[in-house]
């Protein structure tokens, strides 16, 4: 006798189970063999092992459909459950590059070049420096990679920090307490994980610190093990405070490093730590440096003549 138990990334497991259990109730005559215990975003699966497996895989099939088009139905809970094991995926683009199935349905993935190289690279070094300008997508990737880690249980947690150099990293003349000074610098990093999380989901890993977003000034002295760290707009770390950062790495631990050299608002007389870093550690084993250009935005067309013209400029 086996036991498994999943966890469904959704908003509402009522949208798996159907409204009064109906689709799992057609699962749970699909499986008589297995006892299938459901409980909030938990199947507790107890029975043959070989049974169980056939089961889990097809229904990460079923969850596959759920996050391609936002819904399920009778049918494609009787279809897809009561298939055979050479059931295929549903139809559309392969799922192995998919990083992570975000909320409605949302398939997140790499979208270009070099945002690929920042999936393999990543996969081989456990500290990565992801280089170039705005609109590249490096914080997306770099958190859907954080967040593919995590649900694939890789890491305990995420953390994601940013220099909050506009304030000078005190921000005490900013009105509100601290969660409310630190908010706007790290809107973009809420951004991203709003994308790939249930709502309740990610609030319950904010509340219980598995996933934790702070300044990089409250990095220092600690030490993050089994952990996937990303260090946003590090352009704005001076050299002190991102070797301070790299230096933090525990055991289990994967580091990315995200910034744009074309825009340091550090003082004149400090100097940028991911130039430095740059030069510094490219020979060192582990160490890998992907960087990104006009040809990787995503934004908006005209961004990418933007940058074009800056850098003519």
């Not at 009561?82 to 949302?106: F, M, N, Q, T, W």
């Not at 706007?184 to 319950?204: E, G």
């Not at 301070?244 to 631990?253: A, E, H, I, P, Y």
């Not at 020979?283 to 940058?307: A, C, E, P, W």
């Amino acid at each position: 006798m086996s036991e498994s138990v999943i966890q469904i990334e959704v908003e509402s497991p009522l949208e798996i189970y159907g409204v009064g259990d109906k689709y799992l109730n057609i699962i749970k005559d699909l499986f008589p063999k297995l006892k299938i215990i459901a409980r909030g975003d938990l199947i507790k699966l107890i029975g043959d092992a070989g049974e169980i497996e056939i089961f889990e895989k097809r229904f990460d099939l079923l969850l596959l459909q759920f996050d391609k088009f936002g819904k399920i139905t009778e049918e494609s809970v009787k279809s897809i459950m009561g298939e055979e094991l050479a059931i295929e995926k549903p139809a559309g683009k392969s799922g192995d590059d998919i990083l992570v199935y975000g909320r409605h349905g949302k398939l997140i993935r790499a979208l270009t070049p070099n945002q690929k190289k920042m999936v393999e690279k990543s996969a081989d070094n456990d500290l990565l420096f992801a280089i170039g300008p705005a609109g590249t997508g490096k914080t997306y990737t770099a958190v859907a990679l954080a967040v593919r880690a995590l649900k694939n249980k890789e890491v305990r947690k995420i953390i994601l920090t940013r220099p909050a150099i506009e304030a000078g990293e005190s921000l005490g003349f900013l009105p509100g307490d601290m969660k409310e000074k630190l908010d706007p610098y790290m809107q973009p990093l809420y951004d991203a994980l709003r994308d790939m999380l249930p709502t309740q989901k990610f609030l319950s890993y904010l509340e219980d610190e598995t996933i934790e977003i702070a300044p990089l000034a409250f990095m220092r002295g600690r030490t993050l093990s089994n952990a996937y760290a990303i260090l946003d707009e590090a352009q704005n770390a001076s050299e002190g405070q991102l070797k301070m950062f790299l230096t933090r790495m525990g055991k289990n631990s994967k580091f990315i490093v995200t910034g744009d050299v074309t825009q340091v608002d550090l003082p004149k007389n400090k100097k940028s730590g991911i130039i430095q870093a740059s030069k510094i550690l490219k020979n060192i084993k582990g160490v890998n440096f992907v960087y990104l250009d006009s040809r990787d935005v995503v934004r908006h067309k005209l961004v990418t003549q933007i940058i074009n013209a800056y850098e003519k400029e």
